[in-house]
């Protein structure tokens, strides 16, 4: 048996145990499982409609109520199209079983945690004018969530770098 094969969830492995193979609604195929934080699972998939990469956050665990898992996907897919010039915009929102999930262009850049990594283990760390401008374009990103909106897990792994500037993923599957 092949253990490359793409399946479509609802599969016995049930919500909360998406993993690279699976695709969500019959759209976004999922390559690989990029973090795993408790909350959602972060994954680089595959559009399969328009062929390019994307980032997509399945939330964790057993899944939603249904009601409850249907209104936070209808107040997600009212926030599509959300983003800035430093914020990820949401392609798309739906669910799959019980478990909302969102869909983001696939960030460029590095993320900054493995380049803090790489610079801890040669010793070295950021300094003021590197963090900096990180700092201001991390409020940027912040200042461009619609109101009332707070984006609940930033952090290293979530903030993109390269030449162009920072690119903040993740702030919609918690923020609703």
Not at 21 to 43: C, I, K, N, T
Not at 126 to 146: F, K, S
Not at 161 to 174: A, I, M
Request: charged share 25%; hydrophobic share 40%; proline share 6%.
């Amino acid at each position: 048996m092949s253990t490359d094969a793409t399946h479509v969830t609802g599969s016995p492995t049930g919500p909360g145990a998406n993993q690279p193979g699976d695709v969500l609604a019959e759209r976004y195929e999922l390559l690989e499982l990029l973090d795993a934080d408790g909350v959602a699972l972060s994954f680089r998939a595959l559009d399969q409609e328009s062929e390019r990469q994307v980032l997509v956050r399945v939330l964790a665990g057993p899944g939603l109520p249904s009601d409850v898992c249907e209104q936070v996907v209808q107040r997600l897919q009212g926030l599509v199209g959300v983003g800035g010039r430093f914020l990820a915009s949401l392609l798309d929102a739906d669910r799959e079983k019980r478990s909302p999930f969102t869909v983001e262009a696939w960030p460029r850049g590095t993320q900054l945690s493995s380049i803090l990594d790489s610079r801890r283990s040669r010793g070295d760390a950021l300094g003021p004018r590197e963090a900096l401008p990180v700092i201001a374009q991390l409020d940027a990103a912040l200042g461009a969530l619609p109101e009332g909106l707070h984006h609940g897990d930033v952090r290293a792994e979530r903030v993109w770098l390269d030449t162009d500037g920072l690119r903040l993923t993740g702030p919609f599957l918690l923020a609703v």
